[in-house]
């Protein structure tokens, strides 16, 4: 059973340009999280995303940041008109339910996005 | 502020030793989450300890969680090189189903 995969593990974008992060949950787990970690920082929940339904997001910055789930195929977090800002190792996690509270998560290798 | 923070800030043991963490929480939650992340790597779950428990083992891991006091705290026994690592613990928000990550502690285990 592959893990969580998340695509490309490094991506070099310039300024102004934008920026697409692929993610494939685990079989069989259709809730799926982003997250955005800053160098010696906790991870910031930035979106929360079951089958074409976007849940909670609450932590995306209110533009150039969109995230999907389509029914078939990765979750794709994009960002648009890219700036230094943005750079950061976004993760992505799936769980395959939501209990009571929070379940436990399985994370992707992260994309580490750099923006020059 | 955070809804999970870890204490110390960074750890530095020699190899055989135990390691502890604490994890400090402001509201009601109903379960708290210890995760691993090596450098450059996602992070990997570690134990899920809920409101109504106590304390867990898994392995070398021994976490406890003190409602009352709101903390955790996390034990690695006779740590070993391949514990280095950061270790963050994750709580819920009495329902929420979005975990909370704090900033996390750096462990160091120097063989």
């Known amino acids: 059973n592959a893990g969580v995969m998340q695509n490309p593990r490094h991506l070099v974008r310039r300024r102004g340009q934008e920026a697409r992060l692929r993610c494939s949950p685990m079989?069989?787990?259709?809730?799926v999280y982003w997250y955005r970690q800053l160098p010696e920082e906790g991870l910031k929940f930035m979106v929360y995303?079951?089958?074409?339904?976007?849940?909670?997001e609450s932590g995306m910055p209110k533009e150039r940041f969109s995230a999907e789930f389509p029914k078939e195929g990765p979750s794709i977090l994009r960002i648009q008109q890219v700036v230094r800002g943005d750079s950061a190792a976004y993760f992505c996690?799936?769980?395959?339910?939501?209990?009571?509270?929070?379940?436990?998560?399985?994370f992707g290798p992260g994309t580490r996005l750099t923006v020059t | 502020s955070q809804q999970g923070e870890e204490d110390p800030q960074a750890l530095s043991i020699q190899e055989g030793e135990n390691a502890t963490m604490n994890c400090s929480y402001k509201?009601?939650?109903?379960?708290l989450q210890w995760y691993r992340q090596n450098s450059g790597r996602g992070l990997v779950h570690l134990i899920l300890?809920?409101?109504?428990?106590r304390e867990k083992h898994s392995g070398r891991l021994r976490v406890t969680l003190d409602t009352s006091k709101k903390s955790s705290s996390l034990l690695i026994t006779a740590s070993r090189a391949a514990d280095t690592a950061s270790y963050f613990c994750?709580?819920?928000?009495?329902?929420?189903?979005?975990?909370?990550f704090g900033r996390g502690t750096s462990l160091i285990v120097h063989p």
């Open positions: 996690a799936s769980s395959p339910t939501t209990g009571q509270g929070s379940d436990e998560q399985y």
């Open positions: 079989k069989g787990h259709s809730h």
């Open positions: 995303l079951q089958k074409e339904n976007i849940i909670d």
């Open positions: 509201t009601s939650i109903n379960n």
């Open positions: 300890i809920r409101s109504n428990e």
């Open positions: 994750a709580t819920d928000k009495g329902g929420s189903y979005i975990p909370t």
